[in-house]
């Protein structure tokens, strides 16, 4: 059914039917790992305005689709965030004139390194899964390398 035709049906639907209409659309097009099943190609496209990976045919499931991604992006980037080891003012100042990344170059280049890719295509390929695990991998290891350092410094008791 095209979105035209049930837009005035949208204003009476009961409460949490719009819940339930974006959960079965994600479903529908990515299974039951929901927007972790999407490609991180696609993801970009979308993040970037292009909303042809959701399947844009101005359906209802399409439209419901799109705006459960717009909620979906909201706990991503809590995800994100909190898989981000804050930087120490001594990192800092190293880092001092490097050129800053956007998300997705970021997101490429920690990619390409973490799985040992050879190009950027190959990390498109990888799902939104693939990157939160391999964050929460690189945060567990840097929290373990950043403690250690700072034992060894002095900063934490004896080693």
């Known amino acids: 059914m095209k979105m035209r035709d049930f837009a005035h049906y949208e204003a009476v639907l009961c ?4 819940d339930r209409l974006k959960a079965a659309a994600v479903r529908d097009m990515y299974g039951d790992d929901g927007f972790y099943a999407m490609t991180l ?19 209802v499931f399409a439209t419901y689709r799109v705006r459960a991604f717009a909620d979906f992006v909201d706990t991503f980037i809590r995800s994100l965030s909190q ?8 990192q800092v100042r190293h880092s001092s004139g490097t050129i800053p990344c956007r998300f997705d ?11 040992g890719l050879h190009g950027f295509e190959e990390v498109e390929r990888l799902k939104v899964a693939d990157l939160l695990l391999a964050k ?24």
């Open 15 to 18: 409460d949490g039917e719009a």
């Open 41 to 59: 190609g696609d993801f970009f496209a979308v993040m970037g305005g292009d909303i042809r990976p959701l399947g844009a045919d101005g359906t």
């Open 83 to 90: 898989l981000t080891l804050q930087p120490t003012p001594e």
């Open 105 to 115: 170059e970021s997101v490429l280049v920690f990619c390409r390194s973490y799985f």
């Open 136 to 159: 929460k991998d690189a945060f567990n290891q840097a929290v373990v390398e950043r403690n250690i350092a700072s034992r060894l410094n002095g900063k934490g008791g004896r080693p």
